[in-house]
């Protein structure tokens, strides 16, 4: 199985930035697609951001110019800088991994963090 560890989250005034990280380790085959989802209270899980085994970035409109995802596949790790930090984007982020957990696996199985909370104040 695979083990996702987030850091990075925190409390940070809007405007500012913060930068999240998720390491993966365990038993895979190669690891596919990588991202992050966010949860604000009350709301439903969102995407925020995803990027591709071969680094191909798609990040969600309401972050668009604010957000930007990068991976390390050396360190199975995905990043997710946030600058302009509003409000708005207080929530928990979760990222996740879809990793292939067989030999010929080529779909994969996605894995999830515990979440780290990310709190924007006025």
């Known amino acids: 199985q695979v083990q996702l560890v987030e850091s990075g989250g925190g409390l940070v005034e809007a405007g500012g930035s913060l930068r999240l990280s998720c390491a993966a380790s365990?038993?895979?085959?190669?690891?596919?697609?990588m991202g992050w989802y966010r949860q604000a209270p009350g709301l439903q899980r969102e995407l925020v951001a995803t990027?591709?085994?071969?680094?191909?970035?798609d990040v969600a409109d309401s972050v668009a110019g604010r957000f930007a995802i990068s991976r390390d596949n050396a360190e199975n790790t995905v990043y997710l800088q946030m600058n302009s930090l509003k409000p708005d984007d207080t929530a928990v982020y979760y990222c996740y991994v879809n990793a292939a957990t067989t030999r010929h696996d080529y779909v994969g199985v996605m894995f999830w963090g515990k979440g780290t909370l990310v709190t924007v104040s006025l």
């Open positions: 990027i591709t085994e071969n680094g191909r970035p």
């Open positions: 365990g038993n895979t085959f190669g690891i596919y697609d």
